[in-house]
């Protein structure tokens, strides 16, 4: 009964990490009860907080999915923020610059495309450096988070700069470019949908076709793969092009479904959360939904924690560093991936 | 050398001291085969103790020793896992980072509220006209980590440890012990790298504020090929670049600001190509030993 495991696990693992950090915060001085009481509040309280959490669960959900098919084959794509940001960045040039009167029905799947597309690439970098250079996609996807960050203030502060010059943001987006908030809610998009169906299709190509085979082959012993005529440098490339588009097209879904331009500090480390919520769904794809819900949650109730405990809204970064410590040291022994 | 060139020097050795604290700590917990990505995590813990402890007390002292302390207490939620329930490191060594950022941004809101007066902390001394305490102490570190791995007993277990743990465990070395030591001593480095940050480069504490230092300190240990003196070349190299990106800012050069900033990441980046794939780490790196 493997799949009865592979749910309670998680599950402990989120309630020690929660039942810890309440320990730390009583040991602030905090009132905890009134904490986790208006972090749940904040999170589901009533329609509008659950459409917060929905609309933040995206972008974990996708970078959770690049994530936890890179780790599967054995590569450490820490890179998930740059990704996203490089992608959010494409679709912005794209749409406010490159094609902004295009009509909808080529503009919108444009912008998705490319930033999917860049995102891509930026994750390549990292692969062209280890396959040609050897260099450790640990450093390299680390190194180019921070790259893709100032990069995206510098375009925002220079080259895309609104047209009045007053903010570091970029113009709006056209109404062609935006995805369409579903009828009755305030901020969910359309963007949920292919959020709930590339779950599935990952779980299909990761467990039902040979390209899944192959990754997971590498991930588990590049030598043995290599011995049965796979590539595992073919397979670094592949994934973490896969991986880095994942990501990319969580960030021009983020600026075409949510904020509707570009601008710095878009993400609230997404792509740092997003690896908690890999390592939760113990790198199942169709696992990924709950993680990337519970992770969306906290970060939603997080502001409401804040206001009503004092709490700051920072710590919930402590339960998501704890549930990744759990998650790696008690619920995925090595030898299970 | 005139006082330009002279403040220039200064500012090289300014910067790059963190750097070669912390790659010093590095440097000894991965020939010990642990590999620490969380020394970025450790470096801002340093960093946040020596803030807090320094403006509380005022004591220079004080707050250097309690970074250190902080850094090697991080270190060991990091060797728990990693070396008692063989999690992965690099996944124990991100959440490590995660941990810190939300840890010290909490403790920096609840002790330091924004409405508060900003505070300064006190800074460390010169010893002599221009020599601060931290150079020494970098200076002193890569001489006594080097002659430590080269020619002490522990120093070569510690090494024989990294390359095959399981020869050096028949051979009676004792394996665990040597790891949680240099992983300790790993994260020591890195909270005294994190106190060099608030009281020698800046003055406060800023949350984030190690901006990758942590990652650009190991790249240097793996450019460096794990060699002490090519690790503070590498260190001085990145200390110049910064000073080098800060004089061009105050000289008001015409480059935008985030790509000035960009720098230090690029110029690691394409070190790292060009040397990573010649060096040959110690084998038994990253894997975990059971007796």
């Known amino acids: 009964m493997s799949w009865i495991r592979a749910t309670l696990q998680p599950l402990a693992a989120v309630f020690v990490a929660l039942a810890l950090s309440g320990v730390l915060l009583a040991m602030l001085g905090a009132d905890v009860g009134l904490a986790f009481g208006a972090l749940l509040g904040g999170a589901f309280g009533d329609a509008l907080a659950f459409e917060n959490t929905l609309v933040r669960a995206v972008p974990l959900l996708l970078v959770g999915l690049g994530i936890s098919c890179a780790f599967r084959c054995g590569i450490w794509n820490i890179g998930g923020e740059g990704q996203l940001y490089i992608g959010a960045l494409a679709a912005t040039v794209l749409s406010t610059r490159l094609l902004s009167d295009a009509p909808g029905w080529i503009l919108l799947p444009l912008t998705l495309g490319s ?64 995805l369409a908030l579903f009828p009755g809610t305030h901020r969910v998009h359309t963007g949920l949908i292919p959020a709930l169906l590339l779950p599935g299709l990952l779980w299909m190509l990761m467990f039902r076709s040979a390209a899944g085979l192959r990754l997971r082959a590498v991930g588990l012993s590049p030598e043995a793969a290599r011995y049965a005529g796979i590539s595992p440098e073919r397979e670094t490339i592949r994934v973490l092009l896969l991986s880095g588009a994942f990501a990319g097209l969580a960030g021009a879904i983020e600026v075409s479904g949510v904020t509707g331009r570009l601008f710095e500090n878009l993400s609230s480390g997404y792509g740092f959360t997003a690896i908690a919520v890999a390592l939760l769904a113990r790198l199942h794809p169709v696992g990924v939904i709950p993680a990337a819900l519970f992770f969306a949650a906290l970060a939603s109730g997080s502001g409401a924690m804040q206001r009503v405990a004092g709490v700051p809204s920072v710590t919930v970064q402590v339960i998501e560093a704890l549930v990744i410590f759990l998650s790696a040291g008690f619920a995925l022994p090595r030898s299970e991936r | 050398m005139d006082g330009a060139m002279f403040a220039f020097a200064l500012s090289v050795l300014r910067l790059s001291t963190p ?83 939300g840890a010290t941004g909490t403790a920096n809101r609840w002790l330091f509220p924004p409405d508060v007066v900003f505070q300064t902390a006190p800074q460390a001394m010169d010893l002599l006209p221009g020599v601060n305490a931290f150079a020494v102490l970098a200076i002193v570190l890569v001489i006594a980590v080097a002659y430590f791995l080269n020619s002490t007993r522990t120093g070569l277990e510690i090494r024989a440890v990294g390359e095959r743990a399981e020869a050096a465990h028949s051979q009676g070395v004792p394996v665990m012990r040597l790891r949680w030591m240099s992983t300790l001593f790993g994260g020591l480095c890195a909270g005294l790298a994190g106190a060099a940050l608030v009281l020698w480069i800046s003055d406060s504490f800023v949350e984030g504020m190690t901006s990758g230092r942590g990652f650009i300190a190991l790249s240097l240990v793996l450019f460096g090929g794990y060699r002490p003196l090519r690790i503070v070349a590498g260190a001085l190299l990145f200390g110049g670049a910064s000073a080098l990106q800060f004089r061009l800012q105050a000289l008001g050069v015409d480059l935008p600001y985030n790509l000035l900033l960009m720098t230090p990441y690029v110029l690691t980046l394409i070190v790292l190509a060009l040397f990573a794939g010649r060096v040959r780490a110690p084998a038994d790196l990253a894997k975990p030993f059971q007796s």
């Not at chain 1, 680390?142 to 220079?158: C, D, E, P």
């Not at chain 2, 450790?42 to 807090?52: E, K, N, Q, T, V």
């Not at chain 2, 992965?88 to 060594?93: E, L, W, Y």
């Open chain 1, 115 to 178: 930033g999917a597309l860049a995102g891509g690439l930026w994750g390549g970098i990292a692969a062209a450096l280890k396959v040609g250079r050897g260099v450790s996609e640990v450093l390299s996807t680390i190194l180019l988070n921070f790259i893709a960050v100032l990069g995206v203030a510098y375009a925002v502060q220079g080259p895309l700069q609104e047209f009045s010059n007053a903010y570091p943001q970029s113009d709006s987006f056209p109404e062609a470019a935006r």
């Open chain 2, 19 to 101: 750097l070669g604290i912390a790659a010093m700590g590095e440097l000894v917990a991965e020939r010990a085969g642990v590999l620490n990505i969380g020394i970025e995590g450790m470096m801002l813990g340093g960093a946040f103790a020596a803030y807090a402890v320094a403006t509380a007390s005022g004591s220079v002292l004080l707050a250097i020793c309690v970074a250190g302390l902080s850094g090697a207490i991080l270190a060991s939620v990091f060797a728990f896992f990693v070396l008692e329930r063989r999690a992965d490191p690099i996944v124990c060594g991100t959440a490590l980072n995660i941990f810190a950022l």
